[in-house]
């Protein structure tokens, strides 16, 4: 074999692959999206998309909108309004804080945002590709908020292209974050549509109630065997709070929604412990609807794991989860009929 000589990457290439890394599908992008959305402090997402986001994806919200002055440069990798030192990780309590979610999003596609804040005359709008402004910014007509479109996700990357080429499953994918994030926060109402179809596949109302939207998201035979626990550990600063079905109800399907400090996060092994609670009522093979929101002190997290973010790795986690386990098995021991079961200590 030939000796091969090292080559120093050029800085296109590095940002490809980083980007590859935060945004893997369009779900990903959407998350990134919906969390900038609610940093914003939004009480109405939409999102708009064809072909499960890879041709066109559209996210409008009515949040605080984006500063002109910052127009240039939001989309350069590392600018973020929401942390300024590495200590300040440490007391992260917004989604973002790494300034690289729409960086990435830029070198992997194309995109144009309008936005607008309160104290501005009018909206501009900016179009950007690999983290830079193309041209100027436009002034243009425009309500308070955000709109982001992102086209052709992974144009420059060829294989992910054929890897992601089934546009039902990345649409479904969308509208199971966009409902984890709806259970989540009641208070914002969502919508998710396909761009040529009148009807949208998710919607829920500003200002409704975590019941309200369990029954409309999942339907209303889950709604009415729920049970919902609170608890709160002032030694292990955490707390909790959640819902789930009581033995009345199962399911084939699982549904299994985690919260960790407000970001959607996936742990197996918790989800684990929470069948394993199950075990005991419910059927063998069939599982329960459960929604557990954990508020973990930011000393006692680092959110800074992986890049998607998915995964967060925390002290005290085997004391949380018998916490959890405990919360569960009280719920489910104390109603054998549909009731709310109110714990706390
Ligand atoms: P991060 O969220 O980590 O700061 P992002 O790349 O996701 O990084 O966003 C960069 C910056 O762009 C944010 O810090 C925020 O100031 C601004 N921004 C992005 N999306 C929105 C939005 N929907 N509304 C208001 N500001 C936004
Ligand atoms: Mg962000």
Same mark, same amino acid.
């Given at each position: ?42 009480? *109405? ?56 979610? #729409? ?62 080429? *089934? ?48 029954? #409309? ?28 079905? *009581? ?22 092994? #918790? ?32 959110? *800074? ?26 719920? #489910? ?13």
């Amino acid at each position: 074999m030939s000796i091969k000589s090292i080559i120093r990457l050029s800085e296109d290439v590095i940002n490809r692959i980083a980007a590859g890394e935060v945004i893997q599908r369009p779900a990903n992008a959407v998350k990134e999206m919906l969390e900038n959305c609610l940093d914003a402090g939004s009480t *109405n997402v939409s999102i708009i998309l064809q072909e499960g986001g890879l041709k066109y994806l559209q996210i409008q919200d009515n949040g605080s909108g984006i500063p002109k002055e910052d127009m240039d440069i939001v989309c350069e990798r590392f600018t973020t309004s929401k942390l300024k030192k590495f200590e300040d990780l440490t007391n992260i309590s917004t989604y973002g804080f790494r300034g690289e979610a #729409l960086a990435s999003i830029s070198h992997v596609a194309h995109i144009t945002i309008v936005s607008k804040t309160s104290d501005s005359l009018c909206a501009f709008k900016g179009t950007y590709s690999d983290g830079k402004l193309k041209e100027s910014l436009k002034p243009c007509a425009g309500n308070v908020g955000t709109q982001i479109i992102v086209e052709d996700l992974f144009y420059n990357v060829p294989t992910r292209r054929l890897i992601l080429k *089934n546009a039902t499953e990345e649409y479904q994918k969308i509208v199971d974050v966009v409902t984890r994030y709806a259970i989540h926060n009641p208070n914002v109402g969502f919508l998710v549509k396909k761009q040529n179809e009148t009807n949208p596949d998710l919607k829920t109302q500003s200002g409704s109630s975590r019941l309200d939207n369990i029954a #409309l998201l999942f339907g209303s035979s889950i709604a009415k065997e729920i049970l919902s626990f609170e608890h709160e550990d002032k030694k292990l600063s955490f707390k909790l709070a959640g819902c789930a079905t *009581n033995a009345n109800y199962s399911s084939k399907k699982r549904a299994f929604i985690l919260f960790i400090n407000h970001r959607s996060v996936e742990s197996t092994d #918790l989800r684990k412990a929470v069948e394993s609670v199950y075990n005991a009522y419910l059927p063998k093979g069939s599982y329960p609807f459960v929604y557990i929101s954990l508020e973990i002190s930011p000393q006692n997290i680092d959110v *800074n794991v992986h890049p998607t973010k998915s995964e967060v790795h925390f002290m005290y986690e085997s004391e949380i989860f018998d916490c959890v386990q405990r919360q569960l098995d009280s719920c #489910l021991l104390g109603s054998n009929t549909s009731r709310t079961f109110y714990t706390q200590t």
